[in-house]
């Protein structure tokens, strides 16, 4: 018996045989060629197949597990027809005159380290999307197809899982899903929690447990390859009084999340961009905990204006028909770059010019943001939250702004109604000073994620010190306690978004800590709601 410990990505667990899938690697030569024509046709060929190839997965995506999780074919399609991608592909074909493949290897070669340097590791997830849809497009150039599946119930294991290599299986048939590469971040992994199926991500896959029975345990983070049978009789017996705790439990997404003794967590969803609005309505989130409005600036060519920022923030707050939705200012840096602000090359842009520090150097975009979200707030019940707070200095600043902008808003004949004012806690800083900063704010949000890679000094996407990371190290838990407690004695309440509000294995001791609000991704809210109803406190 051999137990491996991993990355935990979806809960529950999974007892069946291992079947490793193994794809041959593909090798790109840089052919020369000189009719270059033919090359930019058998491309242009490869990325209508490819494209047409993702909208008919996002079509079944759609159908089996919701039109939010079938989004992410659909950017993979637009992302294969992407202007900048055929911009490179075309130019390596035409000048350097060499093959289509190996144009569409350096194209995506090109965006994939554009995403890797990125220090947010959502955005860096997102280099996978771009190995995934260079993957497809060269596989149409070869004449190339994905191999099958088996034909029994099984653990998927493999090196990297990309979402279609998920979708492109029988739901039915898989157990589990073990992978080397991936984050939680990773869209196969989004997609995994959404299908509630067991994940670990981290493990070394030995190709010789091919066939051998195993047990992914998704709440452990472990991996048993070749348990022995009493290990698996209380494996099957866990599993069984699990399921019999499901089959009693309702889920009525309308129903506010409540412990057994009757305390109220609001359960509200973290939100990217609009088209996770059905998804979060359906989950029954009781508002936006974070809306991300980074993603606004990163998708567009240009500084978005002010009736562009505008309009966006007023269909969230329309949307959510009085519920609240904190709008997280622009949280960009370096390390999310965008090409229409100077944003001048740092070596631990962690540590640098981003979020609210990127906000005062750029004084005029900070203003219009303000000014945005001030007047969506007419449209519903809308709060603002300032990322990367450190001192009281800056929120002396912020408030010193937010009058400016309220003042020439009122001049202009716009009335702007109450919004409350939150501080991310993501800093050491700003934790210690929690008493002084609740001074200045209406509600704290706790981004775990960003903490504790400052308290503890660890890059969490770097696999070679993934030991040393530890959102439950007792220095965090003090920073948590103690902004708690600094908050509460102010009589405002703790939201936390981060990664441990998204793991209903912590829900039980982040309730005991006392915080009052979680905020996750909409896939996972029923989930945690499940958490919140059976704790006990």
Known sequence: METLRGNRISSKTAIGQIRIRTERPIRVQPVPVTDTQTEIARYEAAVRQAAAELRALSERASRTIGPWNAKIFEVHAMMAEDVDYRSIVLETIEEKK??????????????????????????????????????????????????????????????????????????????????????????????????????????????????????????????????????????????????????????????????????????????????????????????????????????????????????????????????????????????????????????????????????????DMFRTQLRAIFRAAQFGNVAVLYPMITSEWEMKEIIRMEDEVRKSLLEEGIEVPAVQRGIMIETPSAALISDRLSEYADFFSIGTNDLAQYVLAVDRMNGSVSKYYDPWHDAILRLLTLTVQNAHRKGIPVCLCGELAADPEATARLIALGVDELSVAPSLIPEIRRAIRSCRL
């Open 98 to 363: 060499l093959c289509a493949e190996y144009a569409v290897e350096l194209a995506g070669r090109h965006f994939a380290e554009m995403f890797e340097q990125m220090d947010d590791p959502y955005f860096r997830a997102r280099m996978q999307d771009i190995k995934d849809v260079t993957d497809r497009l060269l596989r149409a150039l070869m004449g190339e197809h994905v191999s099958g599946e088996p034909d029994k119930p099984y653990i998927l294991a493999a090196s990297e899982l990309a979402p279609a290599d998920l979708m492109q299986q029988d739901r039915s048939r898989i157990l589990g899903i073990v992978t080397e590469q991936g984050t939680a971040y990773s869209h196969a992994s989004i997609l995994a929690k959404s299908m509630r199926i067991p994940m670990l991500t981290g493990i070394t896959i030995n190709p010789q447990w091919d066939g051998h029975q195993a047990i992914l345990d998704g709440s452990r983070g472990t991996l048993i390859v070749d348990p022995d049978i009493e290990t698996v009789k209380e494996y099957l017996r866990l599993t069984a009084a699990d399921a019999g705790r499901d089959d009693g439990q309702t889920d009525e997404p309308a129903d506010p999340a409540l412990t057994k003794s009757g305390k109220h967590i609001v359960l509200r969803a973290n939100i990217g961009d609009a088209s996770e609005l059905e998804a979060a309505s359906l989950a029954g989130a009781e508002g936006i905990g974070l809306l991300r409005s980074e993603y606004l600036f990163m998708e567009s060519a240009q500084l978005p204006d002010e009736e562009d920022q505008f309009r966006y923030y007023k269909d969230f707050a329309s949307a959510m028909k009085g519920q609240k939705v904190v709008i997280r200012t622009v949280d960009i840096g370096t390390d999310k770059p965008v090409s229409y602000l100077r944003m001048p090359h740092e070596e631990n842009p962690a540590l640098g010019k981003r979020a609210i520090r990127l906000s005062f150097d750029n004084p």
